[in-house]
């Protein structure tokens, strides 16, 4: 799958913030966290995403836009995480999420109340312990694919305060946004 991410760097100009932020790129890509990444001077970035300058001032038009566009998706990210979250942890106590899944390792009380609660002894991905714990996950990760923006250190801008931090102590005329497409 593909996702639009961007990194946030501090450059003097455009070819440095370019080269800086493909380094956090090729981080994310050694931590295995993405697969591959394609820069938008490359023509394959721009068909799958629509055209967008390869480096922007963060301060530009274009910027403020990219910037919002990624973090409502690391937001909206977030908020359906939750509410997945909150929505399982009313159908599951602490012994079912410890017992997970797996109808045949469960006591024989919890399969009977397995087999009550949900008319069958195997429950969907979408109701699952499994997609629980996922859900957990993405909320608590700090660099993957539920962040889509990233600063200068490689590390994933997960909230509106991590943001405003970056934005409060640097000089503003030195931030550039560089958009990548990634793979995972």
Not at 24 to 36: K, R, S
Not at 75 to 99: A, G, K, S
Not at 154 to 177: A, F, H
Request: glycine share 4%; hydrophobic share 40%.
């Amino acid at each position: 799958m593909h996702m639009l991410i961007a990194a946030i760097v501090r450059a003097d100009n455009k070819t440095e913030a370019k080269k800086l932020a493909e380094e956090v790129f090729e981080d994310l890509v050694d931590a295995n966290v993405f697969d591959y990444y394609t820069m938008f001077d490359d023509e394959w970035a721009k068909n799958r995403w629509g055209e967008c300058p390869p480096v922007l001032k963060l301060e530009s038009e274009e910027g403020k836009e990219l910037l919002k566009r990624l973090l409502d998706a690391t937001r909206d990210e977030l908020f359906e995480n939750l509410r997945v979250i909150r929505r399982l942890l009313q159908e599951y106590d602490d012994e079912d999420i410890w017992y997970g899944d797996n109808f045949d390792a469960l006591p024989s009380d919890r399969k009977v109340l397995r087999v009550l609660k949900y008319g069958q002894e195997r429950v969907d991905f979408e109701n699952s312990i499994r997609y629980l714990r996922h859900c957990c996950l993405h909320v608590g990760e700090y660099i993957g694919t539920s962040i889509f923006l990233y600063d200068w250190r490689s590390e994933g801008i997960r909230s509106l305060t991590e943001l405003k931090g970056i934005l409060e102590k640097e000089d503003k005329s030195k931030l550039w946004i560089v958009p990548a497409d990634v793979h995972f």
